[in-house]
């Protein structure tokens, strides 16, 4: 049994950044109780980023559900729960793994570019980009696909019925819930742009004697017009959003503010179910989300470059495996830049990115003692080859079920704008696509030509969920939210956790760094690393700045028959089980 508790102890005593053994953690987040983010349980366990929506999950287990019960009550919750993360003007995917399957199952909810969406949609007439086109307002707004994905998934795999899994989400938009920190954070940050939007403004500010104001920590949020429309879809299914009055208001708002969404676009939109991108680590097989997300081959990609280094010996915060680990992540968004997009419009050399081959170039190119500068790190040549806010969760189950599920409406309240009278917020997931060759997207991701807007193209991801299987039974399965951090913090910690051995708490909790090759910089985490680990890696090259990754990983890993589920110390979230 992995050393659980010690990790615990050390987060439930200290209330800054503190030095586990050799290396650093963060403390809990201001408010949460260690107790709620860190389980065991004999019988299933599930992370979320919301007491809600964990509550949920175990409700449909009470009720002899399955995972997929689960999931998809906590999919519904959290975009009640986390509107400025997640929500049904959204997307997202998901991986499913049961015993008996050959590999998991990745369904692909990815919002999609409008079939009237062009590749220079967000440019001026002289090709200069038009500022925050993709952004805010109705231009960002993506195909929403996370009713059709979850309610597809649930069909197929899920026990209980769909008028039972949304009920508790019907319930908390209802009756409201106090704002949390997280929430008033948000809220606070996009106020001026909540405010253009009278629907927007409707639900998330209050009139008070000086006029309207936004919410604030400890006011209630409700979300009536939202409960209406997710009885819509408790009623009639996929059909209660992507046709009838939701569809017709839907559509009314983009006419009207001069969008590209049509019914037609609603009515075509298409989940689509397909192979996750798979590799190997010492013994494990490791799953998680192919394009058009760039998450999974780039995680696989820098386990690969890493893997025969054996940092373990190292230690997970000393200078080598940093240098050696940022290095890898480094060449993998040099790749995603060049090669990444939807591969069902541009065809991306996948096979060639996740080789063990590839690795070794990667590895054969690493200096030992300095880091490489941006302009020395170029995409990798494929012979025979033509020519990057959210949320996540994770649900397992003592017979071997496992969803791992990120969802997304991208940016703090995706585009800000509310649908009038349907109580949902548009995602600006169109700001994932490349508005030209080069340009960069809200995360600095460089985007290229494989990832410009085609009428019906899906936007480049990172999202990662991943699970982790040994002789076709689960080790582990994780993911976060945060943008390009997102695969570089799930390979972290599945480095942390199958290379370097550490219990799982500590290998979320510890403190995380973030190499991207623009800009050239490793961002460090929290209160940063050790001093003189990071002395060594500036005189190696390294320019360091400590900023917040993001990240909020929720992972769980089976040991000794049982299952420990962690949910990210830095946010707000809940771990529980049975
Ligand atoms: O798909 C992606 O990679 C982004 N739209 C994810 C956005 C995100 O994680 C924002 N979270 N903090």
């Not at 999950?57 to 009470?62: A, N, P, R, S, V």
């Not at 997931?429 to 809200?442: C, P, Q, R, S, Y």
């Amino acid at each position: 049994m992995r050393r659980i508790f010690v990790g615990l102890i050390a987060l439930i005593f200290t209330s800054c950044s503190t030095s586990f053994g050799p290396y650093r953690t963060v403390p809990m987040a201001p408010g949460e109780d260690v107790k709620e983010h860190v389980k065991t349980g004999k019988k299933y366990m599930i992370a979320t980023q919301g007491r809600y929506a964990t509550t949920a999950g175990k409700k449909m287990m009470e009720l002899g559900g399955n995972a997929m019960d689960a999931a998809a009550a906590v999919s519904f919750v959290i975009s009640v729960e986390r509107p400025q993360s997640t929500g049904i003007g959204g997307g997202g995917f998901l991986l499913y793994w049961q015993p008996g399957m050959d590999e998991p199952m990745a369904y692909d909810f990815r919002e999609k570019a409008p079939l009237l969406g062009h590749p220079k949609m967000f440019l001026d007439k002289k090709g200069n980009e038009i500022a925050r086109k993709s952004l805010d307002g109705i231009f960002a707004g993506g195909v929403p696909g996370l009713v059709a994905g979850v309610i597809e998934a649930h069909e197929k795999y899920g026990k209980l019925p769909l008028a039972t899994v949304i009920e508790p989400a019907i319930e908390l938009a209802d009756k409201g819930f106090p704002v949390y920190p997280e929430l008033a954070k948000a809220l606070k940050y996009k106020a001026d742009t909540l405010a253009k939007f009278p629907a927007s403004k409707k639900i998330f500010f209050k009139k008070t004697r000086k006029g309207y104001v936004v919410l604030e920590e400890g006011d209630t949020l409700f979300q009536k017009d939202l409960a209406k429309t997710l009885r819509a879809i408790q009623k009639n299914g996929r059909d209660g959003f992507y046709k009838g009055w939701v569809a017709k208001a839907i559509v009314d708002e983009e006419r009207k503010r001069g969008g590209l969404i049509r019914m037609n676009d609603l009515r075509r939109y298409n989940v689509k179910k397909r192979r996750p991108v798979s590799g190997t680590y010492k013994g494990h097989e490791i799953f998680s989300m192919s394009p058009p997300s760039s998450g999974g081959i780039h995680v696989i990609q820098i386990l690969n470059t890493l893997e025969p280094l054996n940092l373990g010996h190292y230690g997970i915060q000393d200078a080598r495996t940093i240098h050696y680990t940022a290095s890898a992540m480094q060449q993998a968004f040099a790749d995603r830049a060049r090669y990444l997009g939807d591969a069902d419009f541009v065809k991306v050399p996948i096979k060639e990115l996740i080789s063990k081959e590839y690795a070794a170039k990667i590895r054969a190119r690493i200096p030992k003692d300095r880091a490489l500068t941006k302009e020395e790190v170029m995409p990798g040549k494929f012979e025979g080859y033509e020519s990057p806010e959210t949320t996540h969760f994770t649900i397992m189950d003592a017979e071997g079920h496992v969803v791992s599920s990120t969802q997304t409406i991208n940016g703090y309240f995706g585009s800000s704008l509310v649908i009038p009278g349907t109580g949902i917020v548009l995602n600006n997931e169109m700001d994932d696509f490349a508005t030209k060759v080069g340009a960069k997207n809200l995360f600095g991701a460089v985007g290229g030509k494989n990832n410009l807007v085609e009428s019906e193209k899906r936007p480049l991801s990172s999202m990662s969920p991943t699970i982790v299987l040994k002789n076709k039974r689960p080790v582990m399965a994780l993911g976060t939210p945060s943008g390009t951090r997102i695969l570089t913090c799930v390979a972290q910690t599945l480095m942390n956790y199958l290379e370097h051995k550490e219990p799982l708490l500590n290998s979320v909790a510890a403190v995380r760094y973030h190499q991207q090759w623009y800009p050239d910089e490793l961002g460090v985490g929290e209160f940063g690393l050790k001093k003189e680990e990071e002395d060594k890696l500036r005189k190696m090259g390294y320019k360091i700045r400590h900023k917040n990754l993001g990240c909020r990983i929720q992972a769980i890993s089976v040991e000794d028959g049982k299952l420990i589920g962690v949910s990210d110390p830095r946010g707000q979230g809940m771990a529980d089980g049975e």
